[in-house]
């Protein structure tokens, strides 16, 4: 069975210092990778995605990704963040052969807040 | 194009008692799954349902369980209430191909006491 390593449960940052969040996964013949945004109360919101093709992705606000099939990580990336970034992160992977993006494994979640 | 919608979204139960939560998915998409997140284990997949049948299963004992109507509105069931029941439920839905991308809802937010 698929697994999700987020080593970070919180990580403080100054506002416009960069960030990065690490999620490592098991291994698989072929997976799809996310990260999921969840602000409180709310539901997750995909932020990124990797299926195939390159291996960095980027979001419409400014994260990316990278996925590194040799040390099966896909680490999320901000080089500034902003106070509006605060929020639970998520890193989910499905494996293509078992249902694909629709049987997420999620990590335990990443608290990341951004401080004046 | 109206987003997943939940309800109801707090819901407060006895142990032993049942309830019944429901989904709308976006339209047109045809994939419901169903997670329970909760502080202590996280995010953690139920199952999910495409096209009335149930697709994908997680680890979760008999007591969970759902179903899919015919306009891909989805229920989830859960019997004998325990308090290690109390979570928020999230539904998300998907066109359902092994690409797609899941949208979630709000989540219902469960507590039994």
């Known amino acids: 069975a698929q697994s999700v390593t987020q080593l970070d449960s919180q990580v403080p940052v100054f506002e416009e210092a960069p960030v990065e969040l690490r999620c490592n996964y098991s291994s698989s013949v072929s997976v799809y990778l996310f990260w999921y945004v969840q602000y409180p109360n709310q539901g997750l919101q995909l932020l990124l995605k990797?299926?195939?093709?390159?291996?960095l992705v980027e979001s419409i606000n400014g994260f990316e990704a990278e996925f590194n099939k040799s040390q099966t990580s896909f680490h999320l990336r901000k080089p500034s963040v902003h106070i509006s970034d605060t929020a639970e992160y998520f890193c989910a992977v499905s494996d293509i052969l078992t249902g694909g993006g629709n049987k997420l494994t999620f990590g335990t979640g990443t608290q990341l807040k951004v401080e004046l | 194009k109206a987003g997943v919608t939940q309800t109801p979204r707090y819901l407060i139960k006895t142990r032993g008692q049942q309830v019944t939560l429901s989904c709308s998915p976006i339209s047109g998409h045809r994939s419901v799954s169903w997670y329970q997140q909760t502080p202590g284990q996280g995010l953690q997949f139920l199952f999910e349902?495409?096209?009335?049948?149930?697709?994908n299963k997680g680890n979760f004992p008999g007591r969970f369980s759902g179903r899919q109507f015919s306009n891909s509105r989805s229920e989830m069931n859960v019997s004998t209430l325990e308090l290690g029941d109390s979570a928020l439920y999230l539904c998300?839905?998907?066109?359902?191909?092994?690409?797609?991308?899941?949208?979630f809802g709000p989540g219902t937010r469960l507590t039994v006491t």
């Open positions: 349902y495409f096209s009335e049948t149930q697709r």
């Open positions: 990797y299926l195939s093709g390159s291996t």
């Open positions: 998300a839905s998907s066109t359902g191909q092994v690409e797609g991308e899941q949208y």
